[in-house]
């Protein structure tokens, strides 16, 4: 639910450009998830991302391209186009580890993905 509000909370801003909601949203986020992992696992991130080495390192920078790609999708398109695409993104993780990590997919899962495709590319036909 909360998800659903970002297209509207974003779109509200009328005065900042992308570069500035990021870097209010990533600070915030960012003390917040150093103080969560903190008090959760005992030890600082910074020890556990170099722990982990270049997969954190690159999942890190994947979240960041995320985001930033999703702040500027729903600035420059409509909020339906963005959302929708983001809804999706369960549905292209599920193809994503099937292909490349060789994971099963349910029959329910596939229908699920043909439906949204088809709601995507009916909906970009309007």
């Not at 974003?10 to 909601?21: G, P």
């Not at 991302?49 to 420059?76: E, K, W």
């Not at 292909?99 to 439906?115: D, G, K, S």
């Amino acid at each position: 639910m909360l998800w659903s509000t970002v297209g509207l909370g974003i779109r509200l801003i009328e005065d900042a450009v992308v570069w500035q909601i990021l870097l209010y949203r990533s600070i915030s986020m960012s003390l917040f998830l150093y103080v969560l992992i903190r008090v959760r696992s005992g030890e600082s991130p910074f020890v556990q991302i170099r722990r982990n080495g270049a997969p954190a390192i690159i999942a890190g920078l994947s979240l960041v391209a995320a985001y930033s790609g999703g702040i500027y999708a729903i600035q420059n398109t409509s909020v339906a186009n963005a959302m929708l695409l983001f809804a999706t993104a369960p549905f292209m993780a599920a193809v994503l580890g099937w292909f490349v990590l060789q994971e099963p997919v349910r029959a329910a899962t596939w229908i699920a993905i043909a439906v949204a495709i088809g709601g995507i590319r009916d909906h970009g036909r309007r």
